[in-house]
């Protein structure tokens, strides 16, 4: 088993910028894949970024170029930096893992950017 914990997230007004750190205990040697996701009222939840242990990173297009993801895979965390943030970006954020046919979730946490 695999927990994941976020911190972070908050309320901003738009341009501004945000962390989100994720850090993951447990069985983390069966992590591959770490990232974040996000899911807006009436919406389905989306891929924001997510990184391989490996260092190979993908974004969703509505962020690339403003969100930069990281990972300390020595300290097992994985940390997102949201910068020109706008309204459409409030959500709840959720922390993955996912390795070895498991997908792991944090509790999420909320980013609200206001206008």
């Known amino acids: 088993q695999v927990q994941l914990v976020e911190s972070g997230g908050g309320l901003v007004q738009a341009g501004g910028s945000l962390r989100l750190s994720c850090a993951a205990s447990?069985?983390?040697?069966?992590?591959?894949?770490m990232g974040w996701y996000r899911q807006a009222p009436g919406k389905q939840r989306e891929l924001v970024a997510v990184?391989?242990?490996?260092?190979?990173?993908r974004y969703a297009d509505s962020v690339k170029g403003r969100f930069i993801i990281s990972r300390d895979n020595a300290k097992n965390t994985v940390t997102l930096r949201m910068n020109s943030l706008k309204p459409e970006d409030t959500a709840v954020y959720y922390c993955?893992?996912?390795?070895?046919?498991?997908?792991?979730w944090g509790q999420g946490t909320q980013v609200t950017v206001s206008s």
């Open positions: 993955s893992g996912a390795g070895r046919g498991h997908d792991y």
């Open positions: 447990g069985s983390v040697f069966s992590i591959d894949a």
């Open positions: 990184t391989t242990r490996g260092g190979r990173s």
